[in-house]
Structure formats: structure tokens, C-alpha cells
């Protein structure tokens, strides 16, 4: 894997990458010319045939999008993680009370959500939630996914767990879970967006 300081070689890198999507960009374009008039339009006689040479670029281009991507991931190291808000009700919600944003270094919303259950903060916090649900039942909380996002709220609006995060070995991406119903929240709040 490429060292994400050797800024010549990411240069070259980059260059390469850079010539083969205007290489096929220019590809597609001729594909496209045939049915377009000297002004650019389509024209009308070769609308059916135009539209399926626009499918069939355009999937070339996606799949070619998925290899950029997976190629400027390899050239430029893992995301890194910036400071990252999540919020959760607890059963408190139910008389009103505001919910709990707790505030991690995280490269997103999935990132945090596998991080945050391993930190000894937070799972003290969901010991006190499962104290207060019925005898053999998950915790009583829920993620708030439209209050999750990057960066950080007013001061004194969040727990902050960067600290012990920094303190904590990496974690794992099997060592601990979710409840159920933060789980189940993440999953919904994906599927909408």
C-alpha cells in the first residue's frame, strides 16, 4: 500500500487516476456524438437509441466510480476520524427529558456506533438504563439519528468520551453491541437516506 507521505508518488498516482476517467469520459462522449446534432442536441429521430447508449455509459462510468474510489482509498490511507456527535434517548424521554449526546472521534454515524458501546463511560450509562427496564429486558433507548452528526454541540451538551477513546485499546468490530433498539434505529435512519 502506498504511503500516504510520499507526496510524489500520490502525485503520479493521482495523475493516472485522473487520465484514465477523462480517457473514458472522452470514450463515452464519442459513444454519445452520433445521435447529437451539430448543436449538441439529441436528435429526435435517435432519441430510443441515444438513451440506451446513455445506460449503458453511465453503468460503465458507475462501476468505473466504484475502482476510482477504491483506489484513491488505497492511495490516501483509511478516513480519519474527527470529532462526532450521537445522541440517544433513555427512557427518560418519556417524561420529557432531553436525550443524551455523547461526543467520540468517529469517521461516521457507523464508525461511532461501534466504537461508543466499547467505551467504559457509555456502558456504565447503559448498565444505569438497563437498572430501570423490566427484569430480563433491553434497555429502555433509542438512537435520535437526526440529532447525530459530525462535529460537536455547545459545550456542556454532550459527554464527551474523546479522552477515554484516546485511553481505550481500538476497538474491535465484534466486541461488544448495541441494544437492540439502537441497532434497529440505525438501521431505519439508513434505509430513509
Do not use: K
Amino acid at each position: 500500500m502506498h504511503h500516504p507521505f510520499d507526496q510524489d508518488r500520490l502525485a503520479i498516482e493521482v495523475q493516472a487516476l485522473t487520465s484514465a476517467a477523462r480517457t473514458l469520459q472522452a470514450e463515452h462522449q464519442a459513444q454519445l456524438a452520433p445521435y447529437r446534432t451539430a448543436c449538441g442536441d439529441v436528435s429526435e429521430d435517435h432519441l430510443r437509441e441515444y438513451d440506451d447508449a446513455r445506460i449503458s455509459t453511465a453503468i460503465e462510468a458507475s462501476d468505473y466510480l466504484d475502482t476510482l474510489l477504491n483506489q484513491l482509498t488505497l492511495l490516501t490511507g483509511p478516513p480519519v476520524r474527527t470529532p462526532f456527535t450521537v445522541t440517544i434517548a433513555s427512557r427518560e424521554r418519556h417524561d420529557g427529558e432531553r436525550p443524551y449526546s455523547f461526543a467520540l472521534y468517529a469517521t461516521g454515524l457507523e464508525d461511532a456506533l461501534r466504537i461508543l458501546p466499547q467505551l467504559p463511560t457509555f456502558q456504565g450509562w447503559l448498565r444505569e438504563a438497563a437498572e430501570l427496564a423490566s427484569e430480563g429486558a433491553e434497555p429502555d433507548v433509542t438512537l435520535v439519528p437526526e440529532q447525530c452528526h459530525p462535529g460537536l454541540r455547545a459545550p456542556g451538551e454532550y459527554i464527551d468520551l474523546r479522552a477515554e477513546q484516546a485511553r481505550t485499546p481500538t476497538p474491535s468490530h465484534t466486541a461488544a453491541s448495541l441494544p437492540t433498539a439502537l441497532s434497529v434505529a440505525h438501521r431505519s435512519a439508513a434505509r430513509r437516506r
